[in-house]
């Protein structure tokens, strides 16, 4: 449960830019968490370019354009149906032009096909790595913890599909039950980096194993 991360800060600043793929299904949350993130991180000064490569869904690029602009960040887009890996490309030559720190690339949801969904992600890696020889630094997959099995079910497809190192888990306010955290980065072998506790900005929250372990028992008493 230990988090490398909650001592550090949140990335490693000797990569620059670094790269954040988000994987996930639609519906989690992971939108709103790269919203977030994005405001963390311009928070703490550091230079943010966004990159909506998940062009299936003209929905998901209009949301992320909406968070660019509350949160003040360049985004990187093309029309819908366009090429993932191509959008991926030209968000990772527009950050380095820009001498930017982080870049957070949003995927396409879908699940229905594994192989699809495989191709499309090794694709998008290595079209990234043209550019950042060994982006994506961080494939950060996003997990609804509301609802229990799913979260675990999904988990396995896109831990199948992809490698991924760090998972946020949303939607951990009212009655969720943080349990499915603990299960899933157990099981799975990857550490929780984020959590997310509410709507506002700021209630995406680097995770803390103890404190959340604690806080958990005391409510479950």
Sequence with gaps: LENPHSKTGN???TKKPYVIMV???????KTTTIGKLAHQ???QGKKVVLGAADTFRAAAVDQLVIWSERVGVPIVKQGM???PASVAFDTLQSAVAQDADVVIIDT?????NKINLMNELSKIKRVMQKIVPDAPH???LVLDGSTGQNAFEQAKQFTAATEVNALAVTKLDGTAKGGVVIGISDQFQIPVKYIGVGEGM???????G???VDSFFKKER
Excluded: M, P, W, Y
Aim: hydrophobic share 40%.
């Design 138 to 140: 961080e494939v950060l």
């Design 41 to 43: 991180f311009k928070t």
């Design 23 to 29: 994987v996930g299904v639609n519906g989690v949350g």
């Design 11 to 13: 990335i490693d600043e």
């Design 210 to 212: 103890e404190e959340f």
């Design 108 to 112: 396409a949801g879908r699940l229905h």
């Design 202 to 208: 700021e209630d995406l929250q680097l995770f803390n």
């Design 81 to 83: 149906g366009s090429d």
